[in-house]
């Protein structure tokens, strides 16, 4: 299918329609977070894009645009009784195109893509970076005396420290995301320079955490021990990259059960920077 049937359209989203996507999201098990929808509306009202059916919401995703130098698709779903019908490719392509409109010609647009789509991204000119796999456990950790509060880290350093692991220059967004009702975080200083931090926040079960980033496997570990330490008990999700041997090592550790994974999507001449330092990614759903 190459154009839509009669009585369907592809236009921006209402944010009442924003939620009913979240609802399906979750309705799909992906457990979103309490607040990642009001954030991510916020940061980008006009990434929501939906197709609708006479009216009617039929499926939708988000086109997150930061600034104009990069990208990230998410949040891609069909209605279930709409879907294998061709509708979906001709809702995806409009969605790239329209995040092509937003950037820059060279800016870079990620994606988290379910295994089995890979090869349709794929043929819609995205490339295999890698995968993250999401790792579910119970919370059990002690608070580390040298673990900084995330409030008393300036917030030029933060921003500065997440473009440098991350490669997207999101200052607006991580600033909402790190500052979200419930969210709990730490940081981590080696001779007075940040050298990793850690958030979690809560979600419809249980608590996600990401970021999670650190110069090395020791900070992580005492990061992620003390995150987990203000959720005792409680059900903690962490989405690792995969060539990150360390990050998975940590948590394997913990006796985590693998559930869930994504193909790591890129699109554009650039390439980000390895993960080397990313022990949780931020979110499936916005990058």
């Not at 009617?56 to 879907?83: N, P």
């Not at 193909?263 to 330092?277: C, E, N």
Request: proline share 8%; aromatic share 10%.
């Amino acid at each position: 299918m190459t154009k839509l049937p009669d009585g369907y359209t592809i236009a921006p989203m209402t944010r009442a329609e924003a939620s009913v996507l979240e609802s399906w999201a979750a309705a799909e098990g992906w457990n979103p977070g309490v607040a990642d929808m009001d954030i991510a509306w916020a940061s980008d009202p006009d990434a929501f894009i939906a197709l609708r059916k006479d009216g009617e919401l039929a499926g939708g995703g988000a086109i997150i645009a930061y600034g104009r130098k990069a990208g990230f698709m998410g949040l891609f779903i069909m209605r279930s009784d709409l879907r294998r019908q061709g509708l979906g490719r001709v809702l995806w392509q409009e969605r790239l195109k329209r995040l092509r409109a937003r950037l820059d010609p060279d800016a870079p647009i990620g994606m988290d893509g379910v295994f089995d789509m890979a090869p349709f991204y794929a043929s819609g000119g995205f490339r295999l970076l890698y995968r993250d796999l999401r790792f579910e456990g119970e919370a059990e950790g002690t608070l580390d005396p040298d673990a900084v509060p995330l409030q008393d880290i300036p917030w030029e350093e933060l921003a500065a420290y997440d473009l440098a692991v991350s490669g997207i220059d999101r200052p607006e967004f991580m600033r909402a995301w790190l500052s979200q009702p419930g969210g709990r975080g730490f940081a981590w200083r080696r001779n007075g320079s940040l050298a990793g931090y850690g958030f979690l926040r809560p979600c419809r079960n249980g608590f996600k955490i990401g970021p999670l980033y650190a110069d090395d496997a020791n900070i992580a570990h005492r990061l992620l021990q003390s995150l987990l330490s203000t959720i005792p008990g409680q059900h903690a999700v962490l989405d690792v990259p995969e060539p990150n041997g360390a990050a998975m090592a940590l948590a394997a550790a913990r006796g985590w059960t693998q559930s869930f994974g994504c193909a790591r999507m890129v699109h554009g001449p650039l390439t980000p920077p390895p993960p080397d330092r990313v022990y949780g990614v931020t979110s499936f759903e916005f990058g």
